[in-house]
């Protein structure tokens, strides 16, 4: 039976006994729950004895004109997913509950990692990210946590907190779950037309197409950039405007002076009309 909680308090008093005898795994997400999430809560259920779900709209994450008032929420259907799959329980605080003070005068700052890619357009949403995941690992006290793949940016960042604070704590990257067609899952999918819908593919396939490229090194001779343009050419083309599509080590640092084969990561960020589409690619490249 699937228990929800809205009290850190109550979350607590119910794990404290547990935590001797049994393993307990985290899935943080903010509701809206569609496939790729319920593919973390599988996961999560092979790793541990017990499975947490938080469901939170974060508004520290949230920046000036974005979706926060909008963003959709509903715990009932997210609710009765999780009890289907057999989740054990779901933390769903209020705003008051988790930010007794409003803004929070505390602060987790991600630094460099954080300052390119989607941090160049959503200055503050990485920091906001670093503090609730902070408060729910804190709150719960997990053994592992599970973020899906899909935001690679966030998932480097939350490792780099892991180490830098000294948490105790698994972090299991999930492959991205993605549809027939291609197009990674995300809650802000709903956002597309009908006519969207069918472009969205698009920026899945063109990534794929510059992984393939790199993997037969054709940047030894055109060079990577010259690839990179030609890709974000293609998407725009589509339909799609790139906020960026970029290549960088698997730690999101900068690529420089290769000699010898190695996996890189190429990850893209693109308006779809409303929407904003991720998504990435671990490639193996001969020398750069």
Known sequence: MTTTFASIAKLRATLKPLRQDSTIALVPTMGNLHDGHIELVRLAKTRADIVVVSIFVNPTQFGVGEDLDSYPRTLEADTKRLTEIGADYIFAPNVDQMYPVMPPPTQVLSGSISQQLCGLSRPTHFDGVGLVVSKLFNIVQPDIAIFGQKDYQ???????????????????????????????????????????????????????????????????????????????????????????????????????????????????????GK????????????AI
């Open 154 to 272: 966030q998932l480097a960042i939350i490792r780099q907190l892991v180490r830098d604070l000294s948490y105790d704590i698994e972090i299991v990257a999930a492959p991205i779950v993605r549809a027939e067609d291609g197009l990674a899952l995300s809650s802000r999918n709903q956002y597309l037309t009908d006519s969207e819908r069918q472009i969205a593919p698009t920026l899945h396939q063109e990534v794929l197409r510059l992984a393939q490229k790199l993997e037969q090194g054709e940047h030894m001779s055109s060079g990577l950039q010259a690839l990179i343009d030609e890709a974000i050419a293609r998407i725009n083309s589509a339909g799609f405007k790139v906020d960026y599509l970029e290549v960088k080590r698997q730690d999101l640092t900068d690529i420089l002076d290769v000699q010898q084969d190695q996996a890189l990561v190429i990850v893209t960020a693109a308006w779809l």
């Open 275 to 286: 929407a904003r589409l991720l998504d990435n690619q671990v490639v193996r490249v001969l």
